[in-house]
């Protein structure tokens, strides 16, 4: 009986985190503020979990106990697996979406993160930006925050640039990702594997799977971050 009753539990862990999971997503970005989705629904889930053993006297205290460890255990699981699989981090959160370029509002893109104009406007305010042209690039992130490039020419100037115009440098561009080429992102750059694999043999990059990131900005420079020491000698494999 008890091992049927655990069963149960678990079984409503398993069906009511995803059911969550669904409805915060419907629900868009602004639901989940600072903290990730996932970890809001688990924080949301287990202050339920707990609220519940608490106020309700005939709730057995094993099978809380019992649930809280193994929400704990399907974190952890859902953590490891967003690490090793973007494919599936992807499928349990947001996109980065651009809401602002060059000046200019993408209604379309505010609309399908279900945000108001008043709302980017605002959160644009927050980032000392009055004046909506004075904006290169806005993204609202995974987290609901909002990412400010401005213009140059309205950019707050460093101790470098005075007396030198500000220049764009642009964005960063991940082509390499945990040993991974990011493809997509390569073509619509119109570069090629090959030309940026002689790149990287010039930077003395040995292997590809020795790389975490590796990004391109649009004046064409190259930034890596390795995850590991390259001990072999091995040349790139073309």
């Not at 008043?118 to 980032?127: A, P, S």
């Not at 115009?165 to 945990?178: A, L, Q």
């Not at 590991?228 to 091995?234: I, Y």
């Amino acid at each position: 009986m008890m091992f049927q009753e655990l069963a149960l539990v678990t079984g409503r862990i398993f069906t009511i985190l995803p059911l969550l999971l669904f409805m915060t997503l419907t629900m868009g970005k602004r639901s989940i503020g600072q903290v990730p989705i996932f970890d809001f629904l688990v924080i949301v889930t287990l202050a339920s979990v707990t609220g519940a053993d608490i106020a309700d006297p005939t709730v057995s205290h094993i099978h809380t106990a019992y649930a809280i460890i193994a929400i704990a255990l399907f974190q952890k699981v859902v953590a490891l697996k967003v690490i090793r699989n973007r494919p599936f981090g992807k499928w349990i959160t947001f996109e980065p979406t651009v809401v602002v370029k060059d000046g200019k509002m993408l209604v379309d893109n505010v609309a399908s993160i279900r945000y108001s104009i008043d709302n980017v406007l605002q959160m644009l305010r927050q980032k000392d930006v009055f004046d909506i042209g004075d904006v290169k690039l806005a993204i609202i992130e995974a987290n609901g925050d909002i990412s400010v490039q401005r213009k140059p020419d309205k950019a707050v100037p460093s101790i470098e640039d005075l007396g030198i115009k500000k220049k764009y440098s642009g964005i960063s561009y991940p082509v390499v990702i945990e040993g991974e080429f990011r493809e997509e992102v390569i073509e619509e750059l119109g570069m090629n594997k090959e030309s940026l694999l002689r790149r990287l043999e010039k930077m003395g990059v040995i292997r590809i799977d020795t790389i975490f990131l590796c990004t391109i900005n649009d004046e064409g420079d190259l930034q890596l971050a390795y995850s590991r020491k390259d001990e072999e000698h091995e040349l790139i494999q073309h």
